[in-house]
């Protein structure tokens, strides 16, 4: 176990809809990371929150968007969703804002958009 | 800028085996060197890591050394049990950009008793 939780474990949803997926990092850990995984892109940076702010952005479509919350849980909103959507997606948290720092991911949220 | 190629799978060997899976990386500045380990249904652990050119990670019988010089990361156990069956990503943090990660393909290795 990470110590990073990560909800809800599946979602499934119709094309056009929008969703929230919600991410507590590992107590004490003040960095957030992103990560979308699928088959034909693999493993994908999508965006990382440190302390609250928004620290850097990967490959992340318009249609989504992230937050981090005071009690430094996050949550990635996605919109006008594509089947192309259907992914797992992964957050991760490390303890800084630090290429040293190892990053511990969640169980990921299975998302699927029939 | 910054990449991982990593070598394709899947990977099938006996039990007590020996294990290379190999990984090339390409970054902008120094960065730091990791394995990642996924096991079905989970989300990725870190297997081991290296954070500068020399440095040997190591954890559960699994060994990598950073190698600048051929900005390789290479895989290794010397024998190899079937509860090592997963896929394994090898992935660089750069310095010199966002402290994100960046992923290889994954490699998939089985391992049959």
């Known amino acids: 176990d990470s110590g990073v939780t990560q909800t809800p474990k599946h979602l499934i949803t119709a094309t056009g809809q929008r969703v929230t997926l919600r991410c507590s990092p590992r107590?004490?850990?003040?960095?957030v990371y992103w990560y979308q995984q699928s088959l034909d892109q693999g493993l994908q940076f999508l965006i990382q929150y440190y302390n609250g702010e928004e620290r850097a952005k990967g490959n992340i479509l318009e249609r989504f968007s992230a937050q981090q919350f005071p009690d430094l849980h996050s949550e990635l909103n996605l919109s006008s969703l594509e089947l192309g959507d259907s992914a797992l997606y992964f957050c991760?948290?490390?303890?800084?804002?630090?290429?040293?720092?190892?990053?511990?991911f969640g169980p990921g949220t299975r998302l699927t958009v029939l | 800028g910054d990449s991982v190629t990593q070598m394709e799978g899947p990977v099938t060997l006996s039990e007590e085996a020996f294990l290379t899976i190999n990984c090339t990386y390409t970054?902008?500045?120094?960065?730091?060197l990791f394995w990642y380990v996924q096991y079905p249904g989970e989300g990725l652990q870190l297997l081991l890591k290296?954070?500068?050119?020399?440095d040997k990670g190591s954890n559960k019988g699994f060994e990598a050394t950073y190698r600048k010089e051929t900005t390789s990361f290479h895989l290794e156990k010397g024998s190899v049990q079937v509860s090592d069956s997963a896929v394994y990503f090898c992935a660089l943090s750069d310095q010199a950009g966002a402290n994100n990660l960046f992923f290889g393909t994954g490699t998939r290795l089985t391992v049959i008793p």
């Open positions: 290296a954070t500068k050119a020399d």
């Open positions: 970054a902008t500045g120094y960065p730091s």
């Open positions: 991760a948290s490390s303890v800084q804002d630090s290429h040293y720092n190892e990053q511990f």
């Open positions: 107590s004490g850990d003040l960095s």
